[in-house]
T-cell receptor
Framework: GAVVSQHPSWVICKSGTSVKIECRSLDFQATTMFWYRQFPKQSLMLMATSNEGSKATYEQGVEKDKFLINHASLTLSTLTVTSAHPEDSSFYIC???????????FGSGTRLTVV | ELKVEQNPLFLSMQEGKNYTIYCNYSTTSDRLYWYRQDPGKSLESLFVLLSNGAVKQEGRLMASLDTKARLSTLHITAAVHDLSATYFCAADNFGNEKLTFGTGTRLTIIP
C-alpha cells in the first residue's frame, strides 16, 4: 500500500516552454503532498507543500510564478515549471503520506532537462 | 528552524566490515526517518523511528533513536556490495508534516 506514482520519469524541453509533472497517490487519499527538488549529488530541498483544494505553501526562495502547483483532487497534485530555463534542470520528486507513523512515500521522480 | 546534520558525507568501506552513520537534529522532532537512494532513482523508505529508544532492524541495517540527544544512528553490519547507495535521514518538523533532510551519506562498499 501507500503507492505514489509520478509522471513523466524524464522530460527534455526547450527553453521558454512549460512542463507539467503529475503526482498521484494510487491507493490512498492525500490531502497534502510535497514537492522536492534535488540537484546532482545533493540532498532534497522542499519546494512547496501542496494542499488539496487550497493554495500551495511555498518555501522561502521558491518562485511561485515559476513553479505552479495545483492539487485539485485528493489523489492528484501537479507541478508546472513555467517558461523553463536551463537552470531549472533538476530531479523533481513528490511525496505523500497516508500516516506519518508509517512514513512518507516518494514518487519515482522526474528528471527535467531544459535545452 | 529544524536542521539535520549527517556524517560522514562519504563512506568507503570494505565488505564484511561494520560502520555507523550519524544523524543529528537541532530541535524537537516527532519522528525520524531513514531512506535509501540509488543513483538516478527516488527514495526508498528504510525505517521510521517514533519514540525515544526506538530500535529497528532489517537485514544488515539497524536504526536507533535517542530523542534526548537528538541523535539517530544507522548501523551497518557485515557490509555487502548491495548496500552501496546514498542514505538520508529526515526529521519530521514538530507540529507539521514537513520533512527536513540531512545532507546524505554516500556509502560505497568495496569488495
Amino acid at each position: 500500500g501507500a503507492v505514489v506514482s509520478q509522471h513523466p520519469s524524464w522530460v527534455i524541453c526547450k527553453s521558454g516552454t512549460s512542463v507539467k509533472i503529475e503526482c498521484r497517490s494510487l491507493d490512498f487519499q492525500a490531502t497534502t503532498m510535497f514537492w522536492y527538488r534535488q540537484f546532482p549529488k545533493q540532498s532534497l530541498m522542499l519546494m512547496a507543500t501542496s494542499n488539496e483544494g487550497s493554495k500551495a505553501t511555498y518555501e522561502q526562495g521558491v518562485e511561485k510564478d515559476k513553479f505552479l502547483i495545483n492539487h485539485a483532487s485528493l489523489t492528484l497534485s501537479t507541478l508546472t515549471v513555467t517558461s523553463a530555463h536551463p537552470e531549472d534542470s533538476s530531479f523533481y520528486i513528490c511525496s505523500a503520506s497516508w500516516d506519518r507513523d508509517y512514513g512518507y512515500t516518494f514518487g519515482s521522480g522526474t528528471r527535467l532537462t531544459v535545452v | 528552524e529544524l536542521k539535520v546534520e549527517q556524517n560522514p558525507l562519504f563512506l568507503s568501506m570494505q565488505e564484511g566490515k561494520n560502520y555507523t552513520i550519524y544523524c543529528n537534529y537541532s530541535t524537537t522532532s516527532d519522528r525520524l526517518y531513514w531512506y535509501r537512494q540509488d543513483p538516478g532513482k527516488s527514495l526508498e523508505s528504510l525505517f521510521v523511528l517514533l519514540s525515544n529508544g526506538a530500535v529497528k532492524q532489517e537485514g544488515r541495517l539497524m536504526a536507533s533513536l535517542d530523542t534526548k540527544a537528538r541523535l539517530s544512528t544507522l548501523h551497518i553490519t557485515a557490509a555487502v556490495h548491495d548496500l552501496s547507495a546514498t542514505y538520508f535521514c529526515a526529521a519530521d518538523n514538530f507540529g507539521n508534516e514537513k520533512l527536513t533532510f540531512g545532507t546524505g551519506t554516500r556509502l560505497t562498499i568495496i569488495p
